[in-house]
């Protein structure tokens, strides 16, 4: 096992996830893609696929935390939703941007118009957590955030950052202190949620984010293998 996503001595709901399901934040810093952004070695018709994913992806994020605000019991919990749209609409195209650079594009030129379907199904399930409880919610949208951060910190923690290296915007971008606090403030809420909840809902919560763990996985592997509506008999 590698390094894990919580500090030693860490409690809480979230704490447990994350030591439990250690082998899925592995998996997604293992995949070939993440390799590839380590490495700088991936292919430009990659970065380009994921680029135009991603920036669907984020666009149907941003509604999931719209049904966050309608499951919102106070301003506070909307204070929460409506902070984290203007952090992903403000900000997080600057990591794309890094990337359309290297590729020699505009962030426009890169965007793309359909989801495709291992992202589709994650939007659909992100969704689908919408329409259960705020506690299932956050749970699905918890894994989007706290892999990127832990990859990004766990790369830019065993060696500098080379200025010179193809990807180094993406990389200082999630190694940055910009969704931090978002993330702590994420996990917090979350493991108050899941100390007043019954069994029941924390079991669906626990489903929910091992479920997104998978599909960061294989936003991964969209984008590595070039994922889109074609049938699998290629006609």
Not at 53 to 71: F, H, N
Not at 72 to 94: C, N, Q, T, Y
Not at 185 to 211: H, I, K, Q, S, Y
Request: a negative charge; aromatic letters at 14%.
């Amino acid at each position: 096992m590698g390094v894990l996503p919580v500090a030693p001595g860490e409690t809480g709901f979230t704490a447990e996830l994350g030591r439990r399901h250690a082998d899925l934040f592995e998996a997604f810093y293992e995949h070939p893609f993440l390799k590839g952004l380590r490495e700088g070695s991936l292919a430009r018709e990659q970065v380009l696929h994921y680029v135009g994913q991603d920036y669907q992806y984020l666009t149907a994020y941003v509604r999931c935390y719209g049904l966050g605000l309608a499951l919102s019991p106070d301003r506070e919990w909307m204070r929460f939703f409506h902070d984290g749209v203007s952090v992903i609409l403000a900000e997080e195209g600057h990591a794309h941007e890094a990337l359309c650079a290297y590729a020699g594009v505009s962030y426009e030129e890169a965007q793309a118009d359909r989801l495709a379907p291992s992202a589709q199904a994650y939007i659909n399930h992100m969704t689908a957590a919408g329409h259960d409880t705020l506690g299932v919610l956050l749970a699905a949208l918890l894994p989007c955030p706290w892999t990127y951060l832990w990859a990004a910190a766990r790369f830019t923690g065993e060696a500098p950052l080379d200025p010179d290296h193809p990807f180094h915007g993406w990389w200082s971008f999630y190694a940055g202190a910009y969704e931090s606090d978002k993330l702590a403030r994420t996990r917090e809420l979350l493991d108050r949620v899941a100390a007043e909840a019954g069994p029941a809902e924390r079991e669906r919560m626990e489903r929910a984010f091992v479920t997104s763990c998978h599909y960061e996985v294989r936003f991964w592997e969209m984008a590595w293998s070039l994922e889109d509506w074609t049938p699998p008999d290629g006609s």
